[in-house]
């Protein structure tokens, strides 16, 4: 079973709409491979969870299962993500570890779009996510 931060999913639909197709990720996580399990069968149940996902199995910032990446030198992504996930899963009323599939998800979320006002990091476009999220729940037939 997929386990995913409810970011990397939103993540995942962000690009998913805007056409975006990312290459080989620098730290080797698996987010290609988990994009095509979870968009080739969008009724596949995945499990959120507000730890290290499948998509960061892999990376090589993990030292024992801790993420050590940073996204500027004062902010640890684990702290920023920590925060984002337990906000996100406090405004989209489900617990970690619910099982949903992309569809339904997807549904929940497009009932709950103010959750995309969450995402504040620098590195974030709040225009394109709305955009991108939009356009795949539109080419999910949501």
């Known amino acids: 079973m997929i386990k995913m931060r409810p970011h990397h999913l939103l993540d995942i639909l962000r690009d998913f709409g805007n056409d975006r197709v ?3 990720h620098p730290w080797g996580a698996s987010l290609n491979s988990v994009t095509q399990i979870v968009l080739s069968n969008p009724d596949h149940e995945i499990e959120f969870v507000l ?3 499948s ?3 892999t990376c090589s910032q993990l030292n024992e299962n801790i993420c ?3 996204l500027n030198e004062k902010l640890l ?3 920023y993500n920590d925060r984002l996930d337990m906000d996100l899963f406090t405004e989209l009323k489900i617990k970690p570890n619910t099982k949903m599939s ?3 998800f997807s549904v929940h979320v497009s009932e709950n779009m103010n959750v995309l006002d969450l995402f504040t990091s620098p590195n974030e476009d709040s ?3 709305k955009k991108g999220t939009l356009s795949a729940f539109k080419r ?3």
């Open 140 to 142: 999910l037939g949501i």
């Open 51 to 53: 730890k290290v996902d």
């Open 22 to 24: 990312r290459d080989a």
């Open 55 to 57: 998509i960061c199995e």
């Open 127 to 129: 225009f394109l996510r």
């Open 77 to 79: 992504m684990r702290v």
């Open 68 to 70: 050590e990446a940073r």
């Open 102 to 104: 992309l569809i339904e």
